[in-house]
């Protein structure tokens, strides 16, 4: 028979879970390039957790199971890291890419050593030096969450630049999974380098807590990938027009032009408002306007038109003839587009949530 502790048995829970929703996945029309690289990150992942839901099945007939090369945990990182790369760029996968996934070999040599021995190891300083070969995983994985966590801080920097709404399209969820992937696995480096020098037989109940731990972070790191990854909108294209328009020096002239037809035609009230239909409506290329805007008013083109959102909702609060309205509507009459997002974009620029604010008026 089979016995499963109950951490396994959550574990073999969250694989099957996360293999039948990269299937899914893969059959989701928006960001198609992107989910197949999602798709194997979570089949990456799944199958780097096989080896311990196997290790301490008491079915000895079919111990060898054990060390079947499953693990993909070498193909975890480029994984995540073309992901991010597809929702954030114009990507396309070229032949050049595969290297990066061709240390798949160095997650097998341990396995395989194991397959063929068994439970026996006649070549032990061999046995360690695949050991290393596998742990070195961990290390790959870090840098390739490090290059796409600075892919997601140039992405919605480039963002802020260009979308007066960026809610669905932000992927900060991503941003903070990055932070938590490169914890998670220097928690897990932190414990095959201890454990590897100083664990004995006083400390066994304490490591085996901490791996308790850094198994439970890993099941939940796959969940939230699998939830946030198969809810994610269609991301935004980031691109800024370059004309043969010369670069424009007094941008303060350029900014009085912007005002002027943003106040006069309410332009702000487009929930869906871009750097790109601005520049239509006002004349000017969106690299004179982001410029103008950057440079004479240090802000971004969201915090720019949310400004003007938000300065039609305060003087409507204040207006008696608008009581009878509900807040949430006049918000979504400026512009905004989800009562989340007026909520805290209106709170940080003016330090009252709306209705503090309608509650304070004179």
């Known amino acids: 028979m089979i016995q499963l502790t109950a951490i396994q048995l959550i574990t073999l829970l969250a694989v099957f879970n996360g293999l039948i929703f990269s299937l899914l996945i893969l059959d989701k029309k928006e960001n198609k390039v992107a989910n197949r690289f999602l798709a194997l990150l979570i089949v990456s992942m799944c199958f780097s957790f096989t080896p311990y839901v196997l290790e ?8 060898w199971l054990v060390w079947l090369p499953l693990s993909l945990s070498y193909w975890i990182g480029p994984s995540f890291y073309f992901y991010v790369k597809a929702l954030t760029q114009e990507f396309k996968f070229q032949k050049k890419h595969l290297w990066y996934f061709s240390p798949i070999i160095l997650n097998f040599v341990h396995s395989t050593y194991h397959f063929f021995y068994q439970e026996g190891n006649p070549f032990p300083y061999f046995h360690k030096f695949t050991e290393l070969l596998e742990s070195l995983a961990i290390i790959i994985i870090f840098i390739f969450t490090l290059l796409s966590y600075r892919l997601l801080v140039r992405y919605a920097a480039k963002l802020y630049n260009q979308y007066s709404n960026v809610e669905k399209i932000t992927l900060s969820w991503l941003k903070n999974l990055a932070v938590v992937v490169m914890s998670a696995f220097a928690m897990v480096a932190a414990y095959l380098i201890i454990s590897g020098s100083f664990l ?30 198969y809810k994610q909108a269609p991301t935004a294209p980031l691109f800024i027009n370059v004309s043969n328009e010369p670069e424009i020096k007094e941008t303060s002239s350029v900014i009085v032009q912007l005002q002027k037809i943003i106040v006069e035609k309410h332009l702000y ?3 869906e408002l871009t750097l790109a239909d601005l520049s239509k409506s006002v004349g000017l290329s969106e690299r004179t306007i982001s410029a103008a805007i950057n440079n004479e008013l240090n802000k971004n083109f969201y915090r720019f038109i949310n400004e003007y959102r938000v ?7 204040r207006d008696p003839k608008f009581d009878h309205m509900k807040i949430l509507s006049i918000a979504l009459d400026s512009g905004f587009n989800s009562k989340a997002s007026f ?12 209705l503090q604010f309608k509650s304070s008026k004179s």
């Open 56 to 63: 301490n099945m008491v079915w000895y007939k079919y111990r």
């Open 200 to 229: 004995g037989k006083k400390n066994l109940d304490y490591w085996n807590t901490y791996k308790f731990i850094c198994i439970v972070v890993y099941i939940l790191m796959l969940q939230w990938l699998v939830i946030k990854g």
């Open 269 to 271: 009230r487009n929930p």
């Open 311 to 317: 300065e039609e909702v305060k003087a409507k609060l």
């Open 343 to 354: 909520n805290r974009i209106f709170k940080s620029y003016v330090g009252q949530t709306p």
